[in-house]
């Protein structure tokens, strides 16, 4: 089974940028899609394996941005212009498929980080 780790999280003030990864316990992440979610698995956003697709949450378009390294096993997730609606554990997940918005189609997850936006 894919185990996920994200790392990066922390505390930002608003405004601020914060750069969230997420990596796999296995040098095979490049053959999955991930997303990140965040609250009770609100979507975020996903990436597909190639990274031929990016999709994002309402809520984050415009400030957030996806991108992964396959060479580096890695995920990552950029945050720009967070505010404090932003603060919440988040997750990222996988599934050998293609790109999801929803949580119940990824079978693997991470533990989570957190981040925290505030003054």
Not at 14 to 37: K, M, N
Not at 62 to 79: E, P
Not at 81 to 102: E, I, K, M, N
């Amino acid at each position: 089974q894919v185990h996920l780790i994200e790392s990066g999280g922390g505390l930002v003030q608003p405004g601020g940028s914060l750069r969230l990864s997420c990596t796999a316990s296995t040098p095979t992440l490049g053959d999955y899609a991930v997303g990140w979610f965040r609250h009770e698995r609100e979507f975020v956003a996903t990436i597909s394996t190639r990274a031929w697709s990016k999709v994002y949450g309402d809520s984050v378009r415009g400030r957030f941005t996806i991108s992964r390294d396959n060479a580096k096993n890695i995920v990552y997730l950029q945050m720009d212009s967070l505010a404090p609606d932003d603060t919440a554990v988040y997750y990222c997940a996988a599934r050998p498929a293609g790109t999801s918005a929803d949580p119940n189609d990824y079978p693997y997850w991470g533990q989570g980080t957190q981040v925290t936006v505030s003054s």
